[in-house]
């Protein structure tokens, strides 16, 4: 078999997908976007597909050294996530070829189901309780949230307690029939890390999420050594080497490696293996859609170490017949409002099926989704923008992380 095209399309709110065609007529799909820069990725992805034309896309570990060590400059948000959406269609291509799902190709079924979490979305703490008690209500047994926003250097006590609150009443609201964590998004510094860190201890998160720059690794040592909670960190991590130097400090417990932009699938199950060298467990980041959540399945129902996925396709309209939903807008054009990524599977009904807050093992040949490539050429946004993220500033002004 040869690769014979590598075509990409942009599409609202914030999507790449990535169409491999062979010569066999077999094509595969993958999803490579970076959030937020889609059209540079997709130059990135176009690029690195013109060196595979001619080449047999069943080489995956060949295919993944031509793109990321066959080139001189590595690594990096672009390049990877451009990487990782062409090597999730290579397998695609493959499942689709010998009529197996991805899993069976990685090593086969390790568990017979997936646990994953919804996140809770709220401005206020009654807004988050009542948003988390709807996810109960959905079948989830596990969620997470963001208490932070904008966070100053030295944060005031108000501020620390507004934080602490919100998650107090969720808590409170839910009890013990929901576990969930808590995503700092790398808004805060160490100090004001700590001492949220410290308050939080009597209400146990399931884990902390980013309470750090990932960048700061000597940070999060010492943050480890002031808490029993687990830390989670990754989301923001690329490949192999990435992951070698966080696991090698010893602070965390929880890596979210993100497949869309880590390397890709095979990649993301070697970053597993080594993680389950260092006693810690695998949560992987997915803020996408269907290609890149079904390649997260894949990747978790054959790795024993994978603890927990995160999703946003909607559990309750799949329960009722297989919707998938963005929860995603574009503040630009209130007329798109949310997008539905089923809008370009075919095969939505039944893709992923949820029970009690787990995900079945996969059955379809592949990654799963079958696209509507008709739609999506019709929708496809070619160079114009799409998604930014939002801009965050501090009272002073100051431009700060998202
Ligand atoms: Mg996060």
Request: proline residues 5%; negative net charge.
């Amino acid at each position: 078999m040869k690769i014979t095209g590598v075509k990409v399309y942009r599409v609202a709110p914030k999507s790449n997908y990535v169409k491999v065609e062979t010569d066999e007529g077999i094509c595969g799909w993958g999803e490579p976007v970076v959030e937020g820069r889609s059209r540079a990725t997709a130059v990135a992805v176009k690029e690195l597909g013109e060196q595979l034309i001619g080449m047999d896309p069943e080489n995956i570990e060949d295919l993944f050294n031509v793109m990321y060590r066959g080139n001189f400059y590595q690594g990096g948000p672009v390049l990877c996530s451009a990487i990782s959406g062409i090597e999730q269609a290579l397998w695609d291509i493959k499942g689709k070829k010998y009529g197996v799902p991805v899993y069976q190709l990685i090593g086969g079924a390790a568990k017979e189901k997936q646990k994953v979490y919804a996140w809770i979305h709220g401005e206020t703490p009654e807004e988050l309780a009542a948003d988390a008690l709807n996810r109960l209500s959905e079948g989830y047994h596990y969620g997470k949230m963001c208490i932070c926003n904008e966070m100053e250097w030295i944060c005031n006590s108000a501020r620390i307690d507004k934080a602490i609150a919100m998650f107090a009443t969720v808590k409170e609201a839910v009890g013990d029939r929901m576990e969930i964590g808590i995503d700092f998004h790398g808004r805060v510094h160490k100090t004001v890390a700590l001492t949220l860190m410290k308050k939080l201890e009597e209400f146990n998160p399931l884990f902390i999420e980013e309470p750090l720059l990932p960048f700061n690794e000597d940070d999060l040592v010492e943050l480890k050594r002031h808490t029993h909670l687990p830390i989670a960190t990754g989301e923001r991590l690329f490949t192999r080497w990435d992951f070698k130097r966080l696991l090698k400090t010893g602070a965390v417990d929880i890596i979210q490696p993100d497949l869309s932009h880590a390397g890709g699938i095979w990649e993301v199950r070697k970053i597993a293996a080594m993680a389950e060298c260092f006693d810690v467990t695998v949560a992987p980041h997915c803020p996408l859609g269907a290609l890149a959540f079904s390649s997260c399945i894949h990747l978790d129902v054959a790795t024993p170490n994978s603890f927990i996925q995160e999703q946003i396709v909607g559990v309750h309209n799949a329960v009722n017949g297989g919707g998938l939903e963005i929860e995603d807008r574009i503040e630009t054009d209130d007329s798109q409002g949310y997008v539905s990524c089923d809008t370009y599977i075919k095969n939505e009904k039944g893709l992923f099926e949820f029970e009690d807050g787990y995900v079945k093992l996969p059955k379809n040949p592949g990654l799963g989704p079958i696209i509507d490539e008709e739609r999506l050429a019709a929708a496809n946004n070619g160079d114009l923008p799409l998604w930014q993220q939002p801009l965050y500033r501090m009272d002073d002004g100051t431009a700060t992380q998202w």
